[in-house]
């Protein structure tokens, strides 16, 4: 940083030079990496930048339908026939609207997208979805902590919520309804999915239709709650006007650029990204509206900025 400062017209390989030279001793790091620490400090110069860009993943706290929807897994229990359930639960926060308890036998990832697309199909999108860090909604391994379904949620223009690990008060009113659904719905437990969906779709006609909530001033989910005007229409194309090229991520996980490889992350396999060059040999990747981090063409590493979908503890949450 004090040689950027010293020389500000300077790039990134032009300072990793010098470094190598005042330091030979010493590795010398990939000119993304001197690039990316030069951006985290304000020391590069940014032209247009897209509007709309996020702010991070506070907690919010909206009044009015479809501002927020809260999904979960409650805990998994046995069938009588000695096989677990999984039920995939969905809710609006404002009405407390139970969108979908599914009676689901694994939480992988395909099982959930089904659901969601009907519910969307259904009910229309929200404006963003709030989930603990758990997969299928967050992935450990993914690039910023996203999974594939967090990933088409922001391709339809949905924002995602992540509550604090270790604190579900903070998606209280929907764990408020995992208990009422564990106590009326699963003691004793369905003799097999078939009864216990059955069991799950009457709980959720109940909870919806005939059942008084206080914070609701005793009226019932259904008498406040109105399906979103965003319609499911499938994905939208995506279009990078300030970029150089559009490429399409490979089903491994990596951006194909010249004949280079470089890994961005298998969360984003088939999505379009757009790459632009920023200096000699360094290339901003970017997803939508959101910039992942610079990638070197010579070293074929991509260096991530600091995460735009905020960390994956939240301190700035107001709850």
């Known amino acids: 940083m004090r040689t950027k400062q010293d020389k500000p017209n300077w790039g990134a390989?032009?300072?990793?030079?010098?470094?190598?030279?005042?330091?030979?001793?010493?590795?010398?790091?990939?000119?993304?990496?001197?690039?990316?620490?030069?951006?985290?400090?304000?020391?590069?110069?940014?032209?247009?930048?897209?509007?709309?860009?996020?702010?991070g993943t506070a907690l919010s706290n909206p009044g009015l339908p479809n501002d927020l929807w809260c999904a979960d897994y409650k805990g998994e229990f046995m069938l009588a026939d000695k096989r677990y359930c999984y039920p995939l639960t969905i809710t609006d926060f404002a009405s407390r609207y139970l969108l979908a308890c599914e009676a689901l036998h694994t939480t992988k990832e395909v099982y959930a997208f089904t659901v969601f697309e009907r519910v969307f199909?259904?009910?229309?999108?929200?404006?963003?979805?709030?989930?603990?860090?758990?997969?299928?909604?967050?992935?450990?391994?993914?690039l910023f902590n996203l999974s594939r379904l967090a990933v088409w949620w922001l391709r339809l223009g949905i924002d995602i919520e992540r509550i604090k690990p270790g604190h579900p008060q903070q998606n209280?009113?929907?764990?408020r309804m995992h208990l009422t659904l564990k106590l009326e719905t699963t003691k004793p437990a369905g003799d097999n999915f078939l009864q216990q969906q059955a069991r799950f779709d009457d709980f959720v006609e109940e909870f919806n239709t005939e059942r008084p909530h206080q914070a609701l001033n005793m009226a019932c989910p259904a008498e406040c709650y109105d399906a979103s005007p965003r319609v499911y229409r499938g994905l939208p194309d995506l279009d990078y006007p300030f970029h150089d090229q559009t490429v399409t991520v490979?089903?491994?996980?990596?951006?194909?650029?010249?004949r280079k490889k470089i890994n961005l992350s298998l969360v984003f396999a088939g999505q379009a990204v757009g790459i632009k060059q920023v200096e000699d040999h360094i290339w901003l990747t970017s997803f939508m509206d959101y910039d992942l981090g610079y990638f070197d063409d010579e070293t074929c590493r991509l260096e991530p900025l600091p995460n735009p979908f905020g960390p994956k503890v939240l301190p700035m949450s107001q709850e």
């Not at 209280?172 to 764990?175: N, V």
């Not at 490979?250 to 010249?258: A, P």
């Open 250 to 258: 490979t089903t491994c996980g990596r951006i194909c650029y010249k």
């Open 172 to 175: 209280g009113r929907h764990e």
């Open 13 to 55: 390989p032009k300072i990793r030079e010098r470094l190598a030279r005042l330091y030979p001793d010493v590795h010398t790091p990939a000119i993304s990496t001197v690039h990316a620490v030069l951006d985290r400090n304000g020391l590069v110069k940014h032209g247009r930048r897209r509007r709309n860009r996020a702010e």
């Open 121 to 142: 199909k259904e009910f229309g999108l929200p404006k963003a979805i709030r989930t603990d860090n758990g997969v299928p909604f967050a992935s450990p391994n993914g």
